[in-house]
Nanobody, 116 residues
Framework: QVQLVEAGGGLVQPGGSLRLSCAASGFTFTNYAMSWYRQAPGKGRELVATIAPAGESTNYPDSVKGRFTISRDNSKNTVDLQMNTLKPEDTAVYYC?????????WGQGTQVTVSS
């Protein structure tokens, strides 16, 4: 069955860094664009990074551009999110997402808390 398993969340101080990882299985990973979303308490789910199936392009909203970097390893079926210069407003549950045509899959989420 399809699985997206996130790891790497935790508590970090403002200005710190974290690296999230997502391991995918159960589908043809190289067909899918991969993304990371986040959802803060009381807010809607927000897209924070997307990478094309072959890794040829990436996209970020202004809120994380220059601080977050998405990457993928198609030989390992993994996608990572490197988060630098973290801010308290980055606190959220972060979700891995896969999309191809009408098919979409979600991971279970991993908590990231930025606090001193």
């Amino acid at each position: 069955q399809v699985q997206l398993v996130e790891a790497g969340g935790g508590l970090v101080q403002p200005g710190g860094s974290l690296r999230l990882s997502c391991a995918a299985s159960g589908f043809t990973f190289t067909n899918y664009a991969m993304s990371w979303y986040r959802q803060a308490p009381g807010k809607g789910r927000e897209l924070v990074a997307t990478i094309a199936p072959a890794g040829e392009s990436t996209n970020y909203p202004d809120s994380v551009k220059g601080r977050f970097t998405i990457s993928r390893d198609n030989s390992k079926n993994t996608v990572d999110l490197q988060m630098n210069t973290l801010k308290p407003e980055d606190t959220a549950v972060y979700y891995c997402h896969a999309s191809y045509m009408w098919r979409t899959y979600w991971g279970q989420g991993t908590q990231v808390t930025v606090s001193s």
